[in-house]
């Protein structure tokens, strides 16, 4: 395919051979001007009959990065945020989760969160599933179905005070954490990686956490969690492992603590720990939507960044209760504004800093910084094209607006109407094809 119009003026993409004839990736290979058409047909090897030429005002973005979701909690998404962490967990999430015991049941929500992600522009996302070994690589198949690019983690937890029907013994949450990454990786799918995913501190023992490291570190698998997301999370982990200097010590004694980790929240995480994170190489997944709704707190991403931790996004579905990425940003604006008007910080991050937290920034926490998250030549074509005048477009556009104003309104009030394709790795993922 190759794309232009006055926003993107001139790429292109083309097939290239992976392993001979197994497969093949769409990779951007050029970024030209407009003008140099002639040349570049010559170079490639395309006819003008190839070329797709966009209208004015619609352009080409990169790929939105979920970097945390809980694809269960989709069934509840957009109600039950009225209690803080630890007694939302023990009242609406557990119960839920449960749930995922019966295939069908998860067919089903696992099939609407991945249409639903998609369609609003999500092209890689990293997915908390539950205990349960085949809903979790049911929802690998999915994925794999829809062609997102995903990671998918298998839930581990062996405590489980107030739903103790929600919980594993440790051998066993060890033993199906193996089986699930044995055979998600036999399964062979292009995009869709396993990621081993203690819940956190407070539904595990020493025993599992320490078990779930060597085994991440054995296979040089990528780990998430949760980290300091709320003070009362925060005080009981301090309860139930006094010998860990702090939070993030428990989790880097265990080895969960990698260049290949992310952790979900991070809130309340102190320059010190911000420090070990650094050392490690491990990301944060910001999820201001979850944070805002749970009351859990504000991550200061700005100081976050400046210790040199990687940074990105998350819906934090059903926490944050959008599973839209759009919404992440606008919510990364609010609480920037949040910490600048309360002085804690003296500016705010700009528009331009939460869109490549959703973007680039996402596929740094991830490990894919060199596949995906803008269209640079040699990536993989991650694209949304958007049009901001889609017939039913919620916002409008008048003459005296710049490029600038146009994409800075479909960030702040666009929805999945503007979105009308999707590509993931040069693939046209939506509008969905009629075979999925
Ligand atoms: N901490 C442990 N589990 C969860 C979860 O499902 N959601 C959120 N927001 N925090 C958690
Ligand atoms: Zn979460």
């Given at each position: 395919m190759y794309g232009k119009n006055h926003f993107c003026e001139y790429f292109g993409m083309k097939g290239v051979s992976?392993?001979?004839?197994?497969?093949?990736?769409?990779?951007?290979?050029?970024?030209?001007?407009a003008d140099q058409q002639e040349q570049l047909a010559k170079k490639w090897g395309f006819k003008a009959s190839d070329i797709r030429e966009l209208s004015n005002h619609e352009f080409?973005?990169?790929?939105?990065?979920?970097?945390?979701?809980?694809?269960?909690?989709?069934?509840?998404?957009?109600?039950?945020?009225?209690?803080?962490?630890?007694?939302?967990?023990?009242?609406?999430?557990?119960?839920?989760?449960?749930?995922y015991k019966d295939n069908d049941f998860a067919e089903e929500v696992y099939t609407r969160v991945v249409r639903r992600t998609l369609k609003n522009g999500t092209t890689t996302a990293c997915y908390f599933a539950t205990i349960h070994t085949a809903a979790s690589l049911l929802l690998a198949e999915i994925i794999d179905k829809f062609g997102q690019r995903a990671?998918?983690?298998?839930?581990c937890m062996d405590l489980n005070?107030?739903?103790?029907?929600?919980?594993?013994?440790?051998?066993?949450?060890?033993?199906?954490?193996?089986?699930?990454?044995?055979?998600?990786?036999?399964?062979?799918?292009?995009?869709?990686?396993?990621?081993?995913s203690p819940r956190f501190?407070?539904?595990?023992?020493?025993?599992?956490?320490?078990?779930?490291?060597?085994?991440?570190?054995?296979?040089?698998?990528?780990?998430?969690?949760?980290?300091?997301?709320?003070?009362?999370?925060?005080?009981?982990?301090?309860?139930m492992f006094p010998n860990y200097k702090h939070y993030t010590d428990l989790y880097d004694k265990n080895k969960l603590l990698t260049s290949k980790t992310v952790m979900a929240h991070g809130c309340h995480l102190s320059d010190?720990?911000?420090?070990?994170?650094?050392?490690?190489g491990a990301a944060i997944a910001h999820c201001p939507n979850s944070n805002f709704s749970l009351c859990s707190g504000i991550l200061n991403v700005q100081n976050v960044l400046k210790h040199n931790v990687k940074v990105g996004l998350?819906?934090?579905?059903?926490?944050?209760?959008?599973?839209?990425?759009?919404?992440?940003?606008?919510?990364?604006?609010?609480?920037?504004?949040?910490?600048?008007?309360?002085?804690?910080?003296?500016?705010?991050?700009?528009?331009?800093?939460a869109f490549r937290l959703a973007t680039l920034g996402g596929s740094e926490v991830l490990g894919l910084d060199d596949v995906i998250g803008n269209f640079e030549v040699g990536k993989e074509f991650d694209a949304l094209l958007i049009n901001p005048k889609a017939s039913d477009s919620p916002f409008d556009l008048f003459a005296a607006d710049t490029s600038e104003d146009i994409i800075q309104k479909f960030l702040y009030l666009g929805d999945d109407r503007n979105i009308s394709e999707v590509y993931v790795a040069g693939k046209q993922v939506v509008p969905f094809s009629s075979s999925v």
């Amino acid at each position: 395919m190759y794309g232009k119009n006055h926003f993107c003026e001139y790429f292109g993409m083309k097939g290239v051979s992976r392993r001979g004839e197994i497969g093949r990736l769409e990779k951007i290979v050029f970024l030209e001007k407009a003008d140099q058409q002639e040349q570049l047909a010559k170079k490639w090897g395309f006819k003008a009959s190839d070329i797709r030429e966009l209208s004015n005002h619609e352009f080409f973005m990169p790929g939105m990065v979920d970097t945390h979701i809980h694809a269960p909690q989709y069934s509840f998404a957009g109600s039950r945020v009225d209690l803080p962490l630890l007694d939302w967990l023990n009242t609406y999430t557990f119960p839920t989760e449960v749930k995922y015991k019966d295939n069908d049941f998860a067919e089903e929500v696992y099939t609407r969160v991945v249409r639903r992600t998609l369609k609003n522009g999500t092209t890689t996302a990293c997915y908390f599933a539950t205990i349960h070994t085949a809903a979790s690589l049911l929802l690998a198949e999915i994925i794999d179905k829809f062609g997102q690019r995903a990671f998918v983690g298998k839930v581990c937890m062996d405590l489980n005070e107030f739903v103790p029907e929600y919980k594993e013994d440790t051998d066993e949450s060890v033993k199906e954490t193996e089986r699930f990454v044995r055979e998600l990786l036999e399964k062979k799918y292009q995009r869709v990686q396993p990621i081993v995913s203690p819940r956190f501190g407070p539904s595990c023992t020493e025993e599992l956490l320490r078990r779930l490291g060597d085994l991440a570190k054995a296979r040089d698998i990528h780990v998430q969690s949760h980290i300091s997301e709320n003070d009362g999370e925060i005080e009981l982990v301090a309860q139930m492992f006094p010998n860990y200097k702090h939070y993030t010590d428990l989790y880097d004694k265990n080895k969960l603590l990698t260049s290949k980790t992310v952790m979900a929240h991070g809130c309340h995480l102190s320059d010190e720990e911000l420090k070990l994170f650094n050392l490690r190489g491990a990301a944060i997944a910001h999820c201001p939507n979850s944070n805002f709704s749970l009351c859990s707190g504000i991550l200061n991403v700005q100081n976050v960044l400046k210790h040199n931790v990687k940074v990105g996004l998350g819906t934090d579905v059903a926490g944050g209760y959008s599973a839209s990425m759009l919404d992440a940003i606008r919510r990364s604006m609010s609480a920037s504004n949040t910490l600048k008007f309360n002085k804690v910080n003296e500016t705010g991050l700009t528009l331009k800093e939460a869109f490549r937290l959703a973007t680039l920034g996402g596929s740094e926490v991830l490990g894919l910084d060199d596949v995906i998250g803008n269209f640079e030549v040699g990536k993989e074509f991650d694209a949304l094209l958007i049009n901001p005048k889609a017939s039913d477009s919620p916002f409008d556009l008048f003459a005296a607006d710049t490029s600038e104003d146009i994409i800075q309104k479909f960030l702040y009030l666009g929805d999945d109407r503007n979105i009308s394709e999707v590509y993931v790795a040069g693939k046209q993922v939506v509008p969905f094809s009629s075979s999925v």
